[in-house]
């Protein structure tokens, strides 16, 4: 079963636009909200994240909101850049070690 | 600081053999984990452990065993490999048991014939 869900698995936009990544969970025992990162041939990186108690999360162009109601975030990346083309993947987590992933949105940022 | 390590980069097996996959940590970690991603289904959790001396099942586990070897070092062996384990593996380690931020490896890509 997929907990957590990434229905897009591709979004391209013009470089300067935003880019919204959406992501959707289906486990109400998850209270953690991470996004990862990856380049080709590369290791997921790190984000952002987002605790339950909290609707937004704001770190430079990178803002991640949390609609608990609808058990479903999002990503705004905000102006988009080149650099910001990868495989974005949402995860979640029962504040444990058991962290689901979903399956990823390759965003592509046309110059 | 090198991060998270895994080795090797890349590797063939053939149906039946065994390997071990290498990851090292030198953030002074306490948690370590292994993933393995496939097209369509993101990362998957194959085993984890929480702290030195423990492991722990994940979501796909069957097929593998661990070992943390001592604080800085999580291997995952298979023991008899199949073409469905063909994958890319990724170690990654937390700060400590819950902490949700996890740093990852560079992968291996495993493919077996």
């Known amino acids: 079963d997929q907990q957590v869900k990434q229905n897009s698995p591709s979004l391209s936009v013009q470089e300067g636009r935003i880019s919204i990544l959406n992501c959707d969970y289906t486990?109400?025992?998850?209270?953690?909200f991470l996004w990862y990162k990856k380049y080709p041939a590369e290791g997921p990186t790190f984000l952002i994240s987002i605790s339950s108690i909290k609707d937004k999360n704001e770190d430079g162009r990178f803002t991640v909101f949390l609609n608990k109601s609808a058990k479903h975030l999002s990503l705004h990346i905000v102006p988009s850049q080149p650099g910001d083309s990868a495989v974005y993947f949402c995860a979640a987590s029962p504040h444990n070690n058991d962290m689901r992933f979903g399956a990823g949105t390759r965003l592509t940022v046309k110059p | 600081n090198a991060g998270v390590t895994q080795t090797p980069k890349f590797q063939v097996l053939k149906t039946g053999q065994s390997m071990t996959l290498q990851c090292a940590q030198d953030?002074?970690?306490?948690?370590m984990y292994w993933y393995r991603q496939d097209p369509g289904m993101g990362l998957r959790l194959i085993y984890y452990?929480?702290?030195?001396?423990?492991?722990d099942k994940g979501e796909v586990p069957n097929g593998y065993n661990v070992s943390r070897l001592n604080k800085r070092e999580f291997s995952l062996r298979l023991e008899s490999a199949a073409p469905s384990q063909t994958s890319v593996y990724f170690c990654a380690s937390s700060g400590w048991q819950g902490e949700e931020t996890q740093y990852f490896g560079p992968g291996t890509r495993l493919l077996v014939l």
């Open positions: 486990n109400s025992m998850f209270d953690y």
């Open positions: 452990s929480a702290s030195e001396g423990t492991t």
């Open positions: 953030m002074n970690h306490n948690s």
